[in-house]
């Protein structure tokens, strides 16, 4: 199957910081990357969707300037959490889908991502 | 109402027992149907996928579908303690559509 890689898989940082965490497809295009938040015990949710040089598609409640998202290429997207605060704390999942790759468009999931906010 | 819901368990098996999980949802347009297994502190893995009401089988893992319920289910045959996972069932509405995960059953098989 296709791998989707994330760094760092565990970051600390101070409240008030800004984390980048990175999401990189290593073996194929990823004309759409998706970033998922997930609580302890509790299931993924969709934050955004992004598409290779476009405006993410953010969803309901997710703060757009606090959760900047980039895909600038077809095998990278970041996603910053500005100004950190502790309920900032989670794990965060992307996913990275190549268009017409498949029948469903299967998204491949990353490793995820360890926040925790000081 | 979650348009989602699968009950979090945790659900407890001896080894070589069927473990059964199921999930229903409330949007009749959800055609595409998947499950996967998350280990703890990792990212989820395709178990399956599946379009159509009906039965599908891969190795020990069989996926079912029932539209005019709204049900979906997954059985693990012979369970193995490498089977003790969160599982996750999910679904979207056309192939280009966002997932909507239910929350995760725990499964834990006892050796």
């Known amino acids: 199957g296709a791998v989707v890689s994330q760094h760092p898989s565990r970051v600390i940082c101070k409240s008030g910081t800004s984390v980048k965490i990175e999401c990189r497809s290593l073996d194929f295009q990823a004309t759409t990357m998706f970033w998922y938040r997930q609580f302890p015990k509790q299931s993924l949710m969709l934050m955004a969707t992004s598409n290779e040089g476009s405006k993410a598609t953010y969803e309901q409640g997710v703060e757009k300037d606090k959760f900047l998202i980039n895909h600038a290429s077809l095998t990278l997207s970041t996603l910053t959490v500005t100004s950190a605060h502790p309920e900032d704390s989670s794990f965060y999942i992307c996913s990275a889908s190549a268009n017409g790759g498949s029948s469903y468009n299967e998204q491949f999931f990353g490793p995820g991502t360890r926040l925790t906010v000081l | 109402q979650k348009e989602v819901e699968q009950d979090p368990g945790p659900l407890s098996v001896p080894e070589g027992a069927i473990v059964s999980l199921n999930c229903t949802y409330s949007?009749?347009?959800?055609?595409?149907f998947m499950w996967y297994r998350q280990y703890s502190r990792k990212g989820p893995e395709l178990l399956m996928y599946t379009y159509s009401s009906g039965n599908k089988e891969d190795g020990r893992f069989t996926a079912q579908v029932d539209k005019s319920s709204k049900y979906i289910s997954l059985f693990i045959r012979d369970s193995q303690p490498s089977d003790s996972a969160t599982y996750l069932c999910?679904?979207?509405?056309?192939?280009?559509?966002?997932?909507?995960f239910g929350a995760g059953t725990q499964v834990v098989v006892t050796p």
């Open positions: 949007n009749s347009a959800f055609q595409y």
């Open positions: 999910a679904m979207k509405t056309d192939s280009w559509g966002k997932l909507q």
